[in-house]
Antibody
Framework: QVQLVHSGAEVKNPGASVKVSCKAS????????MHWVRQAPGQGLEWMGI????????IYAPKFRGRLTMTRDTSTSTVYMELSSLRSEDTALYYC????????????WGQGTLVTVSS | QSALTQPASVSGSPGQSITISCTGT?????????VSWYQQHPDKAPKLIIY???NRPSGVSNRFSGSKSGNTASLTISGLQAEDEADYYC??????????FGTGTKVTVL
């Protein structure tokens, strides 16, 4: 069965960076795009970006450009999301979510990684 | 990119039908048939319930249906059940090759 397993919770100081991982299993990793979506406490879903199945193209939401980097490692079936210059407003649950190319929807989601930004 | 507009809350009695709207622009909802809907129960990850405006994934109840007119998409839940109480989010692909979520709607079963 398809599984997307996130790395553990993180606590970071303002100004620091965080790198969250999402390990995929149960399907052909290289055939699917991966998205990152975040949800601040008590708030709605926010789309952050996509890394394409080939790994060579990443598209980020305008508000994150310049401080967001998505990468993927085919050898370990893992995608990574690194967010820099953290501020308190980045405190959120960060989800990875899978998309079959040109499907334009997210069919499987990970359980999320909680990132807390606090001094 | 502004979030798509959804009503903050919708409620209904068991057995009734409710509809949640999702309003965007011609650059997102109105420009593509790539609207999807997600159900999220408390402390759970979102779950896909509708894709490409009207399609249901395998295993999703046929009580959920989607439609679109112009820049507004809609999700209808018929025969409302207690288990339908959750938050619902729409999502659309955009002309910027990005995606945008709706503001979210809390559904309460009275």
């Amino acid at each position: 069965q398809v599984q997307l397993v996130h790395s553990g919770a993180e606590v970071k100081n303002p100004g620091a960076s965080v790198k969250v991982s999402c390990k995929a299993s149960g399907y052909t990793f290289s055939s699917y795009h991966m998205h990152w979506v975040r949800q601040a406490p008590g708030q709605g879903l926010e789309w952050m970006g996509i890394i394409k199945s080939t790994g060579d193209i990443a598209i980020y939401a305008p508000k994150f450009r310049g401080r967001l980097t998505m990468t993927r490692d085919t050898s370990t079936s893992t995608v990574y999301m690194e967010l820099s210059s953290l501020r308190s407003e980045d405190t959120a649950l960060y989800y990875c979510a899978r998309e079959f190319p040109d499907a334009f929807y997210f069919d499987y989601w990970g359980q999320g990684t909680l990132v807390t930004v606090s001094s | 990119q502004s979030a798509l507009t959804q009503p903050a809350s919708v409620s209904g009695s068991p057995g009734q039908s409710i509809t949640i709207s999702c309003t965007g622009t011609s650059s997102d909802v109105g420009g593509y048939n790539y609207v999807s809907w997600y159900q999220q129960h408390p402390d759970k990850a979102p779950k896909l319930i509708i894709y490409a405006v009207t399609n249901r994934p395998s295993g999703v109840s046929n009580r959920f249906s989607g439609s679109k007119s112009g820049n507004t998409a809609s999700l209808t839940i018929s025969g409302l059940q207690a288990e339908d109480e959750a938050d619902y989010y729409c999502n659309s692909f955009t002309t910027s090759t990005t995606y945008v979520f709706g503001t979210g709607t809390k559904v309460t079963v009275l």
